[in-house]
């Protein structure tokens, strides 16, 4: 990646410096959070989703991001990710985990979508957003990141890299991010169906959603 708290909220609210964060790494980021989630107890994997958040012309505007120089921290991404958690059996809202967000953290994915993604903004079609939404099991057993893309053509890093190792998959691949963020407008359904909200389970990449669609695909996958 380059370039009023509700009740629910509060008791839910984390120390965001416990979690490791790398400036313009946001798909390792999130890859952490899952871990982390899972590892503290906060959250079971089969309740994480990662969200992969761009479209074909790589300009996406997010607000309140922490790397903005402007007030209302609005920000052209090429691509974000963030960790959205479902909430169980209508007991518990579904809350966004992004690092890079001034946004309470966790925020609920309402008041996220409401203030970070702004859908009734009216945007140009260049800057219209697309969610690939991915169950973090297959995420974390699929994904693979070298961080190539984050050179410059003379083999320069644009961005500090993690210290840590570069993550691979399970099945030994090393580098797959660009089809996660690879996603186009023309490719998202018109309308949320029980089977593609099944197909989140069980295929690799996940499925691709529109920005006016994904609090209504939660609900429907947090029934």
């Not at 989703?49 to 120089?69: G, R, Y």
């Not at 974390?140 to 053509?153: G, N, T, V």
Request: hydrophobic letters at 40%; glycine letters at 4%; proline letters at 4%.
């Amino acid at each position: 990646m380059a370039s009023i708290l509700d009740s629910s909220e509060s008791s839910a609210s984390s120390d965001v410096s416990q979690f490791h964060h790398t400036p313009s790494y946001c798909e390792e980021n999130v890859y952490l959070v899952c871990k982390k989630l899972c590892a503290d107890g906060v959250a079971d994997v089969s309740d994480l989703f990662v969200v992969f958040i761009s479209n074909e012309h790589k300009h996406i505007p997010l607000w309140h991001q922490k790397a903005s120089h402007r007030a209302d921290g609005i920000i052209l991404w090429d691509y974000h990710v963030i960790c959205i958690q479902r909430g169980k059996e209508g007991k518990s809202v579904d809350l966004v985990w992004d690092l890079d967000s001034t946004l309470p953290f966790p925020s609920t994915l309402a008041s996220y979508v409401s203030e970070g993604i702004r859908p009734s903004f009216e945007l140009f079609s260049e800057f219209q957003r697309v969610f690939r939404v991915v169950h973090a099991p297959l995420f974390l057993r699929y994904f693979a990141s070298d961080r190539r893309h984050m050179k410059d053509s003379e083999g320069n890093w644009m961005a500090p890299p993690p210290e840590y190792k570069a993550i691979v998959a399970e099945d030994g691949t090393v580098h797959n991010l660009n089809q996660y963020i690879e996603m186009s407008t023309k490719d998202v359904l018109k309308d949320i169906k029980d089977s593609y909200v099944n197909a989140v389970f069980t295929n690799q990449l996940g499925v691709l959603v529109g920005e006016s669609q994904l609090e209504q695909f939660f609900s429907c996958i947090s029934r």
